[in-house]
């Protein structure tokens, strides 16, 4: 139904929105990367689509992870295993779970600042995104976020 509205009317954002997230949900993200990509610069400008390109990038980062409960034993097991927490952290941001997804980013942050050139850093501006700016969570982190950047 999205795609023959799509054919409709290309130019509305909200229905090419619906169908991104609907590839995201699906685990189609090859097709939600090529709608994304196909969408005017400005448009991907809009917190809608810079909401999904974050929940694209967390789900390509948790492709290949294992399950959250495999993931939290593994980060049990061996806690400076930045890898982990951040693969656990895109699990729980796919999960809903997004406070225990900056906890992960922001450990991540404060014992090894350098991961994979700033991701956590980079995934936590990302939540903070998807929770939008008025959120007191996100008030809270960015305070956290500035302490461990000391």
């Known amino acids: 139904m999205l795609c023959k509205a799509q054919e409709a009317d290309p130019d509305n954002n909200r229905v090419q929105f ?8 699906a685990g189609r993200l090859g097709e939600a990367e090529t709608q994304l990509d196909a969408l005017p610069w400005a448009v991907q400008e809009e917190t809608d689509a810079r909401k999904l390109r ?3 990038d ?3 980062t948790a492709e290949d992870a294992a399950p959250i409960a495999e993931l939290e034993q593994q980060r049990d097991n061996r806690p400076g295993d930045s890898q982990t927490r951040y693969r656990l952290a895109a ?20 014992n090894d600042r350098s991961f994979g050139d700033d991701a956590a850093r980079k995934g936590l501006l990302a939540v903070f ?5 008025e ?13 461990a950047m000391l």
């Open 18 to 25: 619906s169908l991104i997230g609907l590839y995201l949900d």
């Open 54 to 56: 974050a929940l694209l």
């Open 58 to 60: 967390f789900a390509r």
């Open 91 to 110: 699990r729980y941001v796919l999960a809903d779970r997004l406070q225990e997804a900056m906890d992960e980013l922001l450990t991540i942050i404060q």
């Open 129 to 133: 995104e998807l929770l939008g700016e």
């Open 135 to 147: 959120n007191e969570l996100v008030t809270t982190y960015r305070r956290k976020l500035s302490s």
